[in-house]
């Protein structure tokens, strides 16, 4: 489930069970230290809203009408809701919703395809208001972290959102844009020196490709060996519940990098 702080409308990480995304309410790690706790029934309202807001979203990808979608995020935003937490909390989401839609043969080929091409809008459009609003992260020194696609993963969606809110938390990553190699992805490590390797996994099949990267990585000199986390799709949903040689991510919200 998609936890929302019903004080500060942000995106709290989430909860199990981690292929529903639902909403449900509760307090950030911020308010609840200052004990916001009476909120007069304000809480079922936020609520009610986010629901809204995310299921006018969703409409609005169904018919490809950037033009609802702009203004729902900026009703969301107007609301107090960040740009980074709409996208991470709803957008993501939408992603995996759509994925499973496909999946089980609701959606077809090509309507995947079009949502996807709208909410590639939506992130651009997002990551637009979220430099309007000043409030687009400083970019630490790079090569903290190195963000790629599971071999056969051909979206880079869910990537550019994660990219975008470890900014928002201070944590510059990379992201490897397209099909790579080992022989590339070495590289790459090389040149940039990231301390950790994310991968995100849609499907249980790349669970070998993803192992196999695993234990490549874990045969490169310690100078150039970064710690391998598998997150995404597949390990979300339990298809995939062990990688070996990698440490598996269902909560995004859980990431430590400090």
Known sequence: ??????????????????????????????????????????????????????????????????????????????????????????????????????????????????????????VDLITARTSALGQ????????????MNAPGNTHTLAIRILALWLGSRGVHAEIVDGPIGFDGLQKRLVATKPRYLLISMALAEQREPVADIARRVAALPASGRPHVIVGGYAVKTGLVPAVAGADLVTDISSLDFG
């Not at 989430?14 to 950030?28: K, N, R, V, W």
């Not at 687009?136 to 963000?147: C, D, E, N």
Request: aromatic share 12%; hydrophobic share 40%.
């Open 1 to 122: 489930m998609l936890k929302w702080c019903s004080y500060c409308q942000h995106f709290a990480g989430e909860a199990p069970e981690y292929d529903d995304f639902s909403i449900t309410h509760g307090l950030c790690a911020d308010c609840e230290a200052k004990h916001y706790w009476s909120f007069e029934g304000r809480e079922l309202a936020h609520a009610q809203f986010l629901r809204d807001i995310f299921g006018r979203l969703f409409i609005a990808g169904r018919h490809n009408n950037v033009k609802a979608a702009e203004a729902v995020v900026d009703e969301a935003i107007g609301a107090s809701c960040r740009p980074v937490d709409i996208l991470i909390g709803m957008i993501a989401p939408m992603l995996y919703q759509i994925g499973e839609d496909w999946k089980t043969g609701v959606l077809s080929v090509e309507g995947e395809r079009r949502f996807t091409a709208f909410c590639e809008e939506v």
């Open 136 to 147: 687009a992260p400083r970019a630490p020194p790079s090569g903290q972290i190195l963000l």
